[in-house]
């Protein structure tokens, strides 16, 4: 079981789980703000825009917030000014970690990136380490349980919808697409029934590093450090843990 699509689905799940965190609201704010920025605050002409106010409401954020988020993007109101950036590291046993951050202080952000790598069993790399390690592509994820058409019906739908590749989980199937097609393919899927419960641009792993033990405790614990931290967006990592293994470290029976 690869590591992005387990750890996609725990974290969407902790993510409904823990909305009224304050870095949670805080995250999907800069997302908005920063969407807005580069592609307006339009959201039917500005798929990025859209996604995040769709986060943003699936998480109880007032449409207040929202309004103000995007008029801080747009210049219509004073904020601050966030840089996205991208680290790249090592986890444990040599997992390839990609971070997506935005910042409106890079040093103070960089210097708590590279503690909580050395902390535990990484480091911070150079731009370009690891990039070259995963793919940039569009990704759909369909619970099994919202959607009762059979895996060959799926298939068939999203491969006439335009999707590269679909793979199926524990918890149902995740669609790949390329980054422009995303948003067609997704409309696509809905205008034929299914039910859509997450559609972003992400990065998917060319190879997988097989973890277990101890290094597999330590890559989700810094997973989930990394992913908590204010200025962390998303993040990526080709590690690969076995099912028996992730639910004895996440502690299910």
Known sequence: MSGHSKWAN????????????????????????????????NPEANFRLKTAILKAREANIPSDNINRAIQR?????????????????????????????????????????????????????????VAWLFDRKGFISLEREKNRLGEDEIMMLAL?????????????????????????????????????????ITKVPKTAVPLSGRQAEQMLKLMDLLED??????????????????KRILGES
Do not use: C, W
């Open 10 to 41: 725990i974290k969407h799940q902790k993510a409904k789980a823990d909305a009224q965190k304050g870095n949670v609201y805080s995250k999907l704010a800069r997302e908005i703000m920063v969407a807005a920025r580069q592609g307006g605050g």
């Open 73 to 129: 993007g747009t210049g219509a109101l004073e904020g601050v000014n966030y840089e996205e950036l991208v680290y790249e590291g090592y986890g444990p046993g040599g997992v390839a970690v990609l971070l997506d951050v935005m910042t409106d202080n890079r040093n103070r952000t960089a210097g708590e990136i590279r503690h909580l790598f050395s902390k535990h069993g990484g480091n911070l790399a150079e731009n370009g380490a």
């Open 160 to 200: 006439e919808a335009g999707a590269e590749d679909m793979k199926t989980e524990e918890e149902g199937y995740e669609v790949l697409t390329s980054p422009e097609d995303l948003e067609r393919v997704k409309n696509l899927l809905e205008k034929s029934g299914l039910k859509v419960s997450m559609a972003e």
């Open 229 to 246: 931290h204010d200025d962390v967006q998303k993040v990526y990592a080709n590690f690969e843990i076995a099912e028996e293994e992730m």
